[in-house]
């Protein structure tokens, strides 16, 4: 209360700003139970009471004895998930969603079985249920939210659940549906548009159609006399094995952005539609700062490039990219890359004040990010990106005016306590230090970028020279030490940013100049000169600085 009345107080007089910025304020409760075990075990038993309501449910032969077994299953499950998955397994998120799509799979399974067996619909008999299983549903939503080896692991226990459910078949049940799997994780490797899905139950269609016609659950089909088939029964039953996962695949398509915003999960094709360039802060930086604007295009081909080559997630990197800079729309022209030919706003200012200055355009941008709800990863690598690294420029030129008061303080026979100290803390940014390999490949493109602009004529042994310093710069700095990145991948990224940055700055020809009145070309030579760009004002930082 007393903190709020002196806040009004200060703003009343001037001494404060009345704008109150948007804080990420996390959740002490969802965070505590995101790691708490009893919400694991919580998330186990409600598996294994779902699990008993479908086994005992129906007319199943010997349902003690197949519950035993799918409580084997889950065992084997368990282990697998915390030996091979352990980030998986210590969020209760992810496991509740691995294991609620599971179950949602095999409640599904169960009721085309019990449909069939009802004999309520005549064209649907009990055999027909192997075929409108959908088997390849668990496995497409866990592939395309959380990779290859999620889709896999569901591919395999849910198969060995399904067969549990349909007591009366054996083999070539478990086959169609593992088989089915796999091939749907095959066809969701890299699903950028959603069509994609579709063209993946396609061919898991196909595939079940032809496990489905060697182990003769279509037919039978006698071909030496075609005539004697029953080829409606035949062409129903083809048209449920490969409609069947075409119509699995479209609701999984449906369900995805749900899923991802129950869970906080962002897939790529998320990526690409946050991708479009017409975005309201895009549009207000390519008007109001058009130099941020462009180096941040480069950022993300720097970034995308660097990410694609380590695994990591490329189209993350580009979109981040994109808005990594966007509070700089707050002050823009306190920017090198935005500033005009005429004045150099930081020259009126302490560097002190300069540094505060540039340092708040992470504030800002997280600010801008929350109001227009953009996705929490974005809102991190604006945290991120420059982690608590050193506004190198104004600390300079503080200890510079520093060392002059000194001097002119021994003139004056000043004491020494009368000349204001330089801490380098007031100089750097407040942090998180990259916390992912994306959120990291962004920090050192940025960086790079930047530096990049204050090459003259530049030559490969520069542009290599440059990235390696400034990579090793960061390195002792300990602004890598809380990401992933390893050596041998901070190398690969170093080659990516030299091999974008030359063609980038690759050089031209000089044309000569042509006369306009007569349009003969003059003979003179003109320098080749790629990184002859506009004057800045002399005093202007460099765009590293920033």
């Known amino acids: 209360m007393f903190e709020f009345l002196k806040r009004n107080e200060l703003v009343k007089r001037g001494m404060a700003s009345g704008k109150t910025r948007r804080r990420r304020t996390p959740n002490e409760l969802m965070k505590s139970v995101e790691y708490a075990p009893y919400a694991k075990w919580l998330i186990f038993a409600l598996f294994v009471a779902g699990l008993a309501l479908l086994i005992f449910s129906g007319r199943q032969p010997e349902p003690t004895k197949n ?37 949602v799979q095999l409640a599904a399974t169960k009721l085309i079985l019990m449909l069939c067996q009802s004999g ?8 027909a249920a192997v075929l409108l299983a959908p088997y390849a549903f668990a496995p497409l939503v866990l592939s395309v939210l959380l ?22 078949f054996d083999g070539p049940l478990l086959a169609c549906a593992i088989v089915s799997g796999f091939t ?28 489905s016609f060697a182990f003769g659950m279509i037919g039978p089909i006698d071909l030496f006399s075609p005539g004697a088939n029953d080829w409606p029964m035949i062409s129903l039953q083809s048209a449920l094995a490969i409609g069947n996962p075409i119509l699995t695949a479209t609701l999984v398509g449906g369900l995805l952005p749900v899923l991802e915003h129950l869970f906080r999960i962002t897939t790529d094709i998320s990526w690409l539609e946050a991708s479009d360039l017409n975005h309201p802060l895009l549009r207000r930086m390519t008007i109001e700062a058009p130099g941020t604007y462009h180096h941040s295009l480069v950022v993300a081909n720097l970034a995308e490039s660097a990410g694609e080559a380590i695994g990591a997630n490329g189209t993350l990197c580009r979109v981040c990219s994109y808005f990594h800079d966007v509070g700089k729309l707050v002050k823009p022209d306190y920017f090198t890359e935005n500033m005009n030919f005429e004045r150099n706003p930081h020259d009126d200012l302490a560097p002190t004040m300069s540094a505060l200055i540039i340092i708040a355009h992470v504030k800002e941008g997280v600010d801008l990010a929350m109001k227009h709800n953009l996705n929490h990863l974005i809102t991190d690598v604006i945290q991120e990106h420059h982690g608590t690294s050193l506004v190198y420029y104004f600390y300079k030129r503080a200890l510079q005016q520093q060392d002059d008061a000194r001097a002119g303080g021994k003139i004056m026979n000043m004491r020494e306590g009368d000349v204001p100290e330089v801490s380098q803390e007031s100089f750097r940014y407040r942090g998180p230090k990259p916390q992912t390999k994306e959120s990291a490949i962004i920090s050192l493109a940025d960086m790079v970028e ?40 901070l190398k690969i990224i170093a080659e990516r940013f030299r091999f974008t940055l030359m063609t980038m700055l690759h050089t031209r020809i000089a044309y000569p100049k042509q006369d306009t009145k007569t349009g003969i070309l003059r003979g003179e030579t003109l320098r080749p000169d790629v990184m002859a760009a506009s004057k800045k004002p002399a005093s202007a930082p460099p765009v590293s600085a920033a």
């Open 184 to 211: 749907a994780v095959y066809l969701t490797l890299q699903v950028r548009r959603r069509s994609r899905l579709i063209r993946a139950g396609l061919g898991v269609g196909i595939t079940l159609w032809l496990l």
């Open 147 to 168: 990779g290859r080896n999620h889709g896999l692991y569901a591919a395999i226990f849910v198969s060995l659940w399904t067969r549990v459910l349909f007591a009366d």
């Open 450 to 489: 930047s530096a990049s602009r204050s090459l003259e004529k530049p030559t490969p042994q520069k542009i290599e020279q440059l990235v390696n310093d400034l990579i090793a710069q960061r390195i002792a700095d300990s602004q890598l030490d809380e990401c992933e990145l390893t050596l041998a991948e």
């Open 67 to 103: 519950f035993v077994v799918g409580l084997l299953f889950l065992g084997a499950a368990i282990a697998q998930l915390w030996i091979n998955q352990p980030k998986t397994f210590s969020r209760s998120s992810r496991l509740l969603l691995v294991f609620s799509v599971m179950f």
């Open 120 to 127: 309520t619909f005549l064209l649907l008999k009990p055999a």
